[in-house]
Every structure is written in structure tokens, then in C-alpha cells.
DNA sequence: GCGAAATATTTTATGCTTAAAATAATTTGA
DNA sequence: TCAAATTATTTTAAGCATAAAATATTTCGC
């Protein structure tokens, strides 16, 4: 089996091969660092300038833009990535605002159904299309066939991320 | 000229292709974001449980390690893509906590220089370490022998994001 | 030299984020 | 049936992040 000797168990490898496969390690998780950070911190400012809007209000809505029978509360932490605590106060602000509704359900009075509202999905689709402006701008120089390569490169990671932090 | 025909001006494009294009692209963005989001969280689970520290504070560190004579303050936020007001409680309490120092500038009384202290090289050093480890488990079903491809790839992105945000 | 622009840093206000604890409703199992 | 475990959500405390304004110092132009 070929893999076994490209990539043999940590505890049989020289300790100057393990050195160099961390900094390799290392030199990945900083790129994929600085990219996201250069991405997010652009999308942020622009949305703030142009929407007086957040990023977290803005991928709650894409969430529910989705879904148009709306969705369990319960399913946007795990959707989103993000900590339960966390969305509280976000979803607070978008029904205030009119973006979406939240109705508990009389099934089960833990659960609420989030929603858009028909105001809420025009404002999203008015931001989605800047969104992907900006994106397109962002991503200009980076040759368009060369997109879906890295792209199923970062799913492969990702699928490598998701099954090691399964394990722990 | 190949690339003109592969990727014409915006402007001249059909609506369908560049449709094709923007989801590429929000594709990407949307992987690059959740890989980033899945490490972070765990190294940042791992930083505090382990150790009772932040990754912002380690990423502090992490540059000073770099520099055994100090660093102008106002190089930090630079390198660490953050705002400067941003470090202004975190150096504080690094300095509190005995990992660094920070002395004015005797040529220039804005100016003030941090620099690690021999306690906080070591703190660093073991949590380094451990670093590498945590990557290492995250990255263990990432084939080794792609890790150089991808990293190259984004660092062609980070190059072609750099020069997007100068223009902007 | 001296006022104005530039530079370095901090402060303030606002919002995101987490972990852990609290609350409330439902389900499970003896 | 009813106590205990589970599930859904909110609250709390602490820290990170930004933008914009404030402060303090230095440099620049005249």
C-alpha cells in the first residue's frame, strides 16, 4: 500500500521529516488564514458602507433565504457554525427590523420557526447581488479556470478537517 | 493572448457565463471560510483549555518571537492584519502578565517598542509546540503530499486579493 | 521658529463570539 | 406516574474586532 510508506505513522518518522511536514502544515493554515481574513474584512467594510448591515445578519438570511417554509431555530447554529448563545441577539435584531419572524411551535413550545419576511427577502436579494459584485472584484485576478481546482482542494480539506474533529 | 479568450472583460460577457462564474467564486469563498472556521475554533478550544490563552494573544507571541530585539508597536497591526486599537488592551495585559514588554521610543516619544521577555519566550515555546501538534491531528488525513500544491495556490489568491485591495 | 499636516497610539461605542450556567419544556424509563 | 435525563433556547461574563474620534508628538513648509 503506497500510502504507507508516502506518509507513515508520526511515531516511526524522523524527526527532520515530522519538522518539515508541520511547517508545511503550519505554512497552509496561515495562507488559508490571511485569504479569509483579506476576504472577510473587505465584505465586511463594503456591507457596513453600502448596507449599514453585518456579515452574521447577512448569512442568517442567505440561511433562510433558502428554506422557504423557514427553519427550526435550532438548525442555524449548526448551519452557521456558530454557538447557539451567539444567535440569539442576532435573530433578536433581524425580526425588530422587520427582516424575519419567529413563530414558537405548538408542537413543541421549546422549538421557534424563523422566517423572512417578504421585506426581508427583497433587502437580501439586493445585498446577494452586491455580495457576489464584490466577490467577483475580490477574485478578479485569480484566473476563473483555475476556481473549481482549489475549490475541490479545500472540500478534500475540509472533509479531512470534519472526520479529525469527529475523532476528538 | 490565451487568457483573453479564457477570461474576457466582465463587460462582454454573456449573463449565463459570468451567472457560472460568481457561484464558482462563492463557492470558493464559502470553503475557504469553512475551513478556516473549523480550525480556528479548535485551536482556539485546544489554546484554552491548554493553556488558558487566546490565539490573538499567542499571534502577538508569534510575531515577537521573530524579532529578539523587539518590534515597533505600530509594525503589530500591520503584520497581524488587525486595527491598531484592537492590540491596545491585548499587548496591555501581555505586558501585565510578564510575557512582553513595552518600553517608549527615547528618539521618538509616539513611538514604543514591545519586545518578549525571557519568561514569555518560553511560555511561547511550549505552547509552539503544542500548536504544531493540534495542526498535525487536524491535517493528519490531508495527504502530505499535497500540502505544498495547495498552499502554492493560495498564495497565488492572497497575491491576486493583495492586489484587488490596493485598487480599491 | 511656528502653524499645519502627518504619525503613533489610545479611547469610545457598537457588535460578534464563546463557554458555562440558567431556564423551560419534553421525553424517557423504572 | 413521576423523577431524571434530554433538548431548545437565553443569559452572563469575558474577550476580540472594527470605525471613528481624541490625544500626544513629530515633521514639514514657509
Redesign the pocket.
Given at each position: 500500500m503506497a500510502l504507507a510508506k508516502e506518509t507513515p505513522p508520526v511515531s516511526t518518522r524522523n524527526g527532520a521529516d515530522q519538522e518539515a511536514e508541520y511547517r508545511a502544515q503550519t505554512r497552509l493554515w496561515l495562507r488559508l488564514l490571511a485569504c479569509t481574513t483579506m476576504i472577510e474584512?473587505e465584505l465586511?467594510?463594503r456591507f457596513?458602507e453600502e448596507f449599514d448591515f453585518?456579515?452574521?445578519?447577512f448569512d442568517v438570511l442567505a440561511q433562510l433565504d433558502r428554506e422557504p417554509s423557514g427553519l427550526?431555530?435550532?438548525e442555524l447554529p449548526k448551519r452557521l457554525?456558530?454557538?447557539?448563545?451567539?444567535?440569539?441577539?442576532?435573530?433578536e435584531?433581524l425580526v425588530e427590523d422587520g427582516y424575519i419572524t419567529r413563530t414558537p411551535s405548538s408542537l413543541?413550545?421549546?422549538?421557534?420557526i424563523v422566517c423572512m419576511t417578504v421585506e426581508g427577502r427583497k433587502a437580501f436579494r439586493r445585498m446577494a447581488k452586491s455580495h457576489g459584485t464584490w466577490l467577483a472584484e475580490l477574485l478578479a485576478d485569480f484566473p476563473a479556470g483555475r476556481l473549481d481546482g482549489l475549490t475541490g482542494e479545500l472540500d478534500h480539506l475540509k472533509g479531512a478537517l470534519r472526520d479529525a474533529l469527529q475523532k476528538s
Open positions: 474584512g465586511r467594510r457596513r453585518t456579515m452574521p445578519r427550526v431555530l435550532g457554525m456558530v454557538s447557539a448563545g451567539n444567535l440569539t441577539p442576532i435573530v435584531r413543541d413550545r421549546r422549538v421557534q
